[in-house]
Every structure is written in C-alpha cells, then in structure tokens.
C-alpha cells in the first residue's frame, strides 16, 4: 500500500466512525478532514464530492463483507445452514452494509434520496438469485417452489431477523451469534429439498458456493477500486 492509498483509508476510517455517530446528514468534508488529520483539499484529491466519498466507503465496507463470509465458509462450505449463517454473521460485521439492507435513514440521510432503487438492491439478498438458479438447476435445493418465492423468503427473513432486536423487548432477544445460526438453520431447513447430500453433492454445492462468493468478492472488489480512483482491474 502506497502512502496516497494509506491516506485514503485513514480519510476513510474518519468517515466511517464519524457516519457511524452522526449519519451521512450530519458529517461534513470539514469533519472528516479534521479527524483524519489532513486538510480539506486534500479529501478533494480523491473524491471529487462527499457523495462520492461515501460511495467509496460504502464500496469497502461491502467488499469486506464478502472477503469476510469467504473466511468464514472456507473451511465447511457444504451446508445450506453454513452460507446463510455465514452471510447473516458478516453483515452484523459490516455496519455500513447493514445500514444500506435496512434502508436505515440515520445512517443514510440524504444519500439513500441519490441512489437508485436498483443500486440500493445490491445489498439486498435477491443478489443471492444466480446462485440459487444453480442450486436448483443441480437439484440441491427445493423445486417444488419458485425462484421468486425463495428469494422472498431469505429477504424476509433477513429483514426480519435484523429489525427485531429493535422491536422487541430486551428479555425477547438473543445474542447476535446465535440469532445468525438460527437464521442460517431456519433458511436452509425451508430450501431443503428433502434428502441429504451424498458426496457428489456435497462437492456439487461446495463447488457452487465456492464459484459464486469467489465472482461476488472479485465484482465487488473492481467497483471499490474505480470508487477508489483505480480504473484497471489489475491494480
């Protein structure tokens, strides 16, 4: 890492913290440049505006999501219950991600208003479609339902599971840990097709799983880069 690239994750940092106690309304260039420790021109030698700033850390915190759930299913990658309990534990981690799955306006502000519908999607699980267009085209899950109503499913389910704590009363809730497994059991056991795996078919879905969150992170970590001023994919 470069000392221009070094600064922009320490400009980053500053956002980040800040965004996380203030939300985007309420965080300036000004702000950010003081806790980073550099000027504010010198923001300006990235990011052309604070929108664009923002993109580039929504961008990194999305693209460490993913670098996180391929570490967490490295090792055992051949349970439904795994990836979702996987991918539910990794958006805990990541707030900003979180933030944008939830729509969550004090985190947001304004920013949300800028973005198409579309673009606010990519955190949403119907990114999960092509993934599960394989798994039921190798018959490794459920068939007997549509596309359309699994992917309903896993996002009401994550929605839900990620907007009760704030609901409910405090004797209600559990630990995040084991809301994310119980998360990740109840998706799989609803997308189970009825019988279990046998070899070939562990190495089937391990070979799915691998492929999609492998293309996910590499999609992920080109647009981080052109948010980061990079425009060759090899950088």
């Not at 221009?4 to 300036?28: F, M, P, S, V, W």
């Not at 996987?86 to 502000?109: E, I, N, Q, T």
């Not at 704590?165 to 809301?179: M, N, Q, S, Y």
């Amino acid at each position: 890492m470069d000392d221009r690239e070094a600064r922009a994750h320490r400009i980053l940092d500053a956002a980040a913290e800040l965004i996380g106690q203030l939300g985007y309304d309420k965080t300036t260039v000004d702000d950010i440049a003081t806790a980073a420790g550099v000027a504010k021109g010198t923001i300006y030698l990235h990011w052309r505006s604070r929108a664009e700033l923002f993109e580039a850390l929504l961008r990194r915190d999305r693209m460490g999501m993913f670098q996180d759930i391929d570490e967490r299913i490295a090792d055992a990658p051949d349970t439904l219950a795994t990836v979702f309990t996987g991918f539910a534990h990794s958006l805990h981690a990541c707030p900003l991600s979180k933030a944008v799955y939830l729509r969550d306006l004090r985190v947001l502000g304004k920013f949300v208003h800028n973005r198409a519908p579309e673009q606010l999607a990519e955190a949403m699980p119907y990114t999960f479609a092509g993934y599960l267009e394989r798994l039921r085209a190798e018959q490794l899950i459920r068939t007997d339902i549509s596309l359309a109503a699994q992917v309903q499913l896993i996002a009401a389910a994550f929605l839900g599971a990620l907007h009760a704590p704030t609901l409910l009363p405090a004797e209600f809730t559990v630990p995040e840990p084991v809301a994310s497994e119980l998360l990740g059991e109840s998706i799989a056991r609803v997308l189970d097709r009825g019988t279990p795996f046998d070899e070939t078919d562990r190495a089937a879905f391990r070979a799915a799983t691998i492929a999609y969150f492998q293309k996910s992170t590499a999609l992920e970590r080109r647009k981080y880069l052109r948010a980061m001023g990079h425009t060759k994919e090899s950088e």
